[in-house]
T-cell receptor, first 116, second 114 residues
Framework: AQTVTQSQPEMSVQEAETVTLSCTYDTSENNYYLFWYKQPPSRQMILVIRQEAYKQQNATENRFSVNFQKAAKSFSLKISDSQLGDTAMYFCAFMKRGPGNTPLVFGKGTRLSVIA | NAGVMQNPRHLVRRRGQEARLRCSPMKGHSHVYWYRQLPEEGLKFMVYLQKENIIDESGMPKERFSAEFPKEGPSILRIQQVVRGDSAAYFC????????????FGDGTRLSIL
């Protein structure tokens, strides 16, 4: 069974600064995907970024980037130039690679507050 | 291009009543997943369905909970004889038929048990 651990229940960052959210996971699988989802107060689940484990290059999406360390089973999210709209719960998630599709395994989340 | 549609957005039930939560997947998606989110927790997988077929129900409680995804119409998560501990947000996600596709989430149904 896979587990995902987010060790920071809450974090805060000044607007325009950079913040890094931590995530570690445990699995015996070699092929899988990792995700960061954002859940603002509206409770939507929004996909922020996705990483394929067989790709060494770290994924980036505009101000969001990851530091994927496969050997250490670590998958941190860096948010650059933080904006007030980044205030949300952030969930790290794991998905085993198919065949077919498989469910996501989520961490407990990190509540990020961006302060003006 | 409508996303995943869940209704109702909020549902209030008294203990012992039945709750029915509906989910219409994104157009072109044939796989549906249900997750439950307890307060201050991450989402926990419940069940994975394709049309007329349950693929994985390893996260479903053994009693009172059932799910279906009929050939026509939305997927339904049904909770019979609800108890206070069923209060949670229930999220539905969908994905296309191709392997290893990202899941797109609905806005969730918040279930409150009086």
């Amino acid at each position: 069974a896979q587990t995902v651990t987010q060790s920071q229940p809450e974090m805060s960052v000044q607007e325009a600064e950079t913040v890094t959210l931590s995530c570690t996971y445990d699995t015996s699988e070699n092929n899988y995907y990792l995700f960061w989802y954002k859940q603002p107060p509206s409770r939507q689940m929004i996909l922020v970024i996705r990483q394929e484990a067989y790709k060494q290059q770290n994924a980036t999406e505009n101000r969001f980037s990851v530091n994927f360390q496969k050997a250490a089973k670590s998958f941190s999210l860096k948010i650059s130039d933080s904006q007030l709209g980044d205030t949300a719960m952030y969930f790290c998630a794991f998905m085993k690679r198919g065949p077919g599709n498989t469910p996501l395994v989520f961490g407990k989340g990190t509540r990020l507050s961006v302060i003006a | 291009n409508a996303g995943v549609m869940q209704n109702p957005r909020h549902l209030v039930r008294r203990r012992g009543q039945e709750a029915r939560l509906r989910c219409s997947p994104m157009k072109g998606h044939s796989h549906v997943y249900w997750y439950r989110q307890l307060p201050e927790e991450g989402l926990k997988f419940m069940v994975y369905l394709q049309k007329e077929n349950i693929i994985d129900e390893s996260g479903m409680p053994k009693e009172r909970f059932s799910a279906e995804f009929p050939k026509e119409g939305p997927s339904i998560l049904r909770i019979q004889q609800v108890v206070r501990g069923d209060s949670a947000a229930y999220f539905c996600a969908s994905s296309p038929v191709a392997d290893n596709q990202p899941q797109h989430f609905g806005d969730g149904t918040r279930l409150s048990i009086l």
